[in-house]
Structures are given as structure tokens and as C-alpha cells.
């Protein structure tokens, strides 16, 4: 029986025999790069006319599209909700608010719903923004002092109070010989 003829294995040191699978780590493969470009900002600079109007034209015409006083509440109260987890935004978004043409105005109770619209006040914007379709909304709180209730404690201040609202009652407390000191 014949055999089949040997086949010679070249050694791992041969150039000619390393397979084409193989990286190639000789060193100037190892420093070979791709060309380096630069950008010209002159060339950046150069914005033809007609593309620019146009960007601004289409700005403007989301900017400008008008917005209802209830749309406007719905958007807010649409917001509220995703932020009632979090009871003291939720009381703060509860508040009352105002329209000035494109500024929202929150009314505020303390200072420390200041600080909490501050750290709400870019999410909720550009909520209103793509809600109401108009880049123009900001929203600003104002700080609004609430009537002080003076608490009425004594006979004397709940009878006041009733004669500042009702003067007929002090006729009637003559007349029947009241006494609202006890």
C-alpha cells in the first residue's frame, strides 16, 4: 500500500509561513493610524442665509402658537398628578396660578416652596413647552402672604367677631341681658 506523501510544517519562525489569520505585530504595524483631518471653524462659521432664516422661521412658529387659560390648567394639573407621590410638590403644583402673556405664576405660601419650584421649575417648563406647543412659557413663583387668621379664644373675641359681622346681635344681647363675659 502506498502512503500519502508528508507534508512539510514550516516552522513558527518562518516570515513566509504565518498565517494571513494572524495579526501582524511588527513595528511599524503597531504605530499605523488613519490620516489626521482638521476642521476648518471657518468652515463652520459658513452657514448659507436661506438655511438659517429657515430655522428661525420654524422657531418662531412653534413659539408662537397661542395657549388657552384651560389648556394651560389641564397641562398643569396633567403634571400635578405625576408628581402627587411626592405630597409637597403636589401641594405646591395645587396652588393657584396666573397668566401674563407667556409667564406662569405660581402662588406661593413660604419660602420653602421657593426652593421646591426651583428644583422643579426646568421640568416643569419644558413640560408646559411640548404640552402647550410654545418654547415662550417660563414659569416664575411669587410669594403671596396669606390673610393672618387671628384665632378667637375667648368669648369675648368669638362675640366681637359675630358683632364685626352681624352689628345687630349687641341690640339683641341688650335686649335679652346677656352676658358674654361668663
Known amino acids: 500500500m502506498a502512503s500519502a506523501p508528508e507534508a512539510k510544517i514550516p516552522a ?8 494571513a489569520s494572524q495579526p501582524d505585530f511588527s ?11 482638521t476642521v476648518k471653524l471657518t468652515n463652520l462659521l459658513k452657514v448659507e442665509p436661506k438655511k438659517v432664516s429657515e430655522a428661525i422661521a420654524e ?6 402658537q397661542d395657549f388657552s387659560f384651560d389648556l394651560l390648567q389641564n397641562a398643569w394639573n396633567e403634571f400635578a398628578e405625576q408628581r402627587k407621590k411626592f ?4 401641594q405646591m403644583l395645587s396652588q393657584q396660578i396666573e397668566v ?3 409667564q406662569v405664576i405660581v402662588h406661593l405660601l413660604n419660602p420653602v416652596q421657593d426652593t421646591m419650584l426651583a428644583g422643579l421649575k426646568s421640568e416643569l417648563t419644558t413640560f408646559l413647552r411640548d404640552k402647550l406647543k410654545n418654547s415662550g412659557i417660563h414659569v416664575i413663583g411669587e410669594l403671596r402672604e396669606m390673610d393672618e387668621k387671628k384665632m378667637k379664644y375667648t ?4 362675640f366681637e367677631f359675630l358683632l364685626d359681622k352681624n352689628p345687630l346681635i349687641k341690640d339683641m344681647k341688650d335686649r335679652l341681658g346677656l352676658d358674654t363675659d361668663f
Not at 422657531?59 to 408662537?64: G, L, N, V
Not at 368669648?155 to 368669638?158: A, M, Q, T
Open 87 to 90: 405630597q409637597a410638590e403636589f
Open 155 to 158: 368669648d369675648r373675641d368669638k
Open 12 to 19: 513558527p519562525s518562518d516570515p513566509v509561513a504565518a498565517p
Open 59 to 64: 422657531t418662531k412658529a412653534e413659539a408662537s
Open 100 to 102: 401674563n402673556k407667556t
Open 27 to 37: 513595528e511599524k504595524s503597531r504605530f499605523k493610524t488613519a490620516p489626521k483631518t
